[in-house]
């Protein structure tokens, strides 16, 4: 899943690409929200960790990587 993190005081967003489901990321964005962090891992084994009271917002989509060609 491609997840986008919007955080606080921050100009620019982080980006990955997560090796969990949608409703993995929600519970660990509920988790985050009550008090701890959100920690993301994509399958290189890149780790994001965002403190939960620092999250502006956070966007959750299918993962578009490997598209090639044109659209006619």
């Known amino acids: 899943m491609e997840v ?17 489901d949608a409703d993995g990321i ?3 964005v509920a988790a985050a929200l009550g008090g701890g962090t959100l920690t993301l891992q994509d399958a290189k084994g890149r780790r994001l960790v965002v403190p939960g009271d620092k999250l502006a917002y956070v966007d959750v989509s299918t993962s578009t990587t490997g598209q090639v060609g044109f659209r006619s």
């Open 4 to 20: 986008r993190i919007g955080v606080q005081h921050a100009q620019r967003e982080l980006s990955i690409d997560a090796t969990l």
């Open 26 to 28: 929600e519970k660990a």
